[in-house]
């Protein structure tokens, strides 16, 4: 069954292993009332929406999850040791998706960001993560590269849907094709 909680966090400091699982589709939405760290593991058919106005969800753990990711406020932070598993669908609405490795996201996820209401991808310096499409504002982009900055060696620069010096590579996108008789 889906449910919402509070907080998502490591409870305990001993060890042990943590693990947040649903054999049938099912979410998991957690709105944050604090800033918090969850180590254990997201795995199974869950889907993971995050909505923590003014806090961070930091994720931990090497998950295997294959849901949906939606963040709509706040920022979900994907640790360098972490990932949002095989997630095909991820929604940014509002807050920010914050990536520190180029493994965070599945290569063949498609990548929605809302325009307006902060939605924004930060991605850590030097890195590009890579993703099989992008939509910015509900319109499918180009494949290509893009990030915040020049210094993220994007070939398109688009500071209002990301940020950091990072850069997010696209696999696939519309081409326009040219036929000359």
Known sequence: NSQ??????????????????????A???VNGTASTTYDGLLT???G???????YTL???????????TTISGGTLDISSSSSLGSSSVIT???????????TGVA?????????????KVNMNSGMTETVGTLYLGGRRQRRGTYGATAESGATTVDAVHFSGTGAIRVLYGPESVIMVR
Do not use: H, M
């Open 48 to 54: 993971l929406t995050y909505n923590g106005p003014a």
């Open 107 to 119: 290569d063949s996820a498609s990548l929605r960001i809302a325009d307006g209401g902060g939605a």
């Open 58 to 68: 930091t994720l931990a753990g090497a998950n295997t999850y294959s849901g949906a």
């Open 44 to 46: 199974g058919a869950l």
């Open 4 to 25: 919402t909680v509070g907080q998502l966090k490591r409870g305990t400091t001993g060890a042990g292993t943590r693990i947040v699982t649903s054999a049938a589709p």
């Open 27 to 29: 979410t998991l939405t």
């Open 92 to 102: 940014v609405t509002g807050g920010t998706l914050s990536l520190k490795t180029q």
